[in-house]
Every structure is written in C-alpha cells, then in structure tokens.
C-alpha cells in the first residue's frame, strides 16, 4: 500500500511555538537551535504531501535532512522510496 512521508523545513521550532502559542511552555524553555541551513526538519506522515498551509509536522525537529530521514525510516512500517 503506498503512503507518502515528507519531510518538512521549518525557520522556527514548530513544538515551541506551538506550546507559547497555547500558554504551555516550561519557565525558561527554549526554541530548539536552527541547524545550519537555518531550519529544523519535521517528518510530516498524516498530511503528506498537502501544500495547504498551516501544516502539523509528526516528529520533533531535526537539524538535517538526514536526521529527519532516518527518524521517518525508523517509524515507518515498511521500507520508504525517497524521491
């Protein structure tokens, strides 16, 4: 059965926003740091492959595309084809 996965680059830590957004952060929490390109990377499987916006990433953030890959590789029930 196919199913899509992305993998989504964001300019912000989507989890922190999201909790100061809701009135839930931690006292002293912290945005997790952008990686080098600047983004965090989201594995995104509910809404795969949907360009409306706002969007909902399934997994923590990751500082490289690699990271994120192998997080959805590792969740995934079966083998993904990247494309």
């Given at each position: 059965?196919?199913?899509?996965?992305?993998?989504?680059?964001?300019?912000?830590?989507?989890?922190?926003?999201l909790?100061r957004?809701?009135?839930?952060?931690?006292p002293g929490?912290?945005?997790?740091?952008?990686?080098?390109?600047?983004?965090?990377?989201?594995?995104?499987?509910?809404?795969?492959?949907?360009?409306?916006?706002?969007?909902?990433?399934?997994?923590a953030?990751?500082?490289?595309?690699?990271?994120?890959?192998?997080?959805?590789?590792?969740?995934?029930?079966?083998?993904?084809?990247?494309?």
């Amino acid at each position: 059965m196919y199913r899509p996965v992305d993998i989504i680059g964001m300019p912000y830590d989507f989890w922190f926003e999201l909790g100061r957004a809701d009135g839930q952060l931690e006292p002293g929490g912290t945005p997790q740091p952008l990686g080098e390109a600047g983004l965090l990377f989201y594995v995104r499987f509910k809404h795969a492959g949907e360009t409306a916006e706002p969007t909902w990433p399934d997994s923590a953030g990751y500082t490289t595309i690699g990271r994120a890959i192998v997080a959805a590789e590792e969740k995934a029930p079966s083998e993904i084809v990247w494309e």
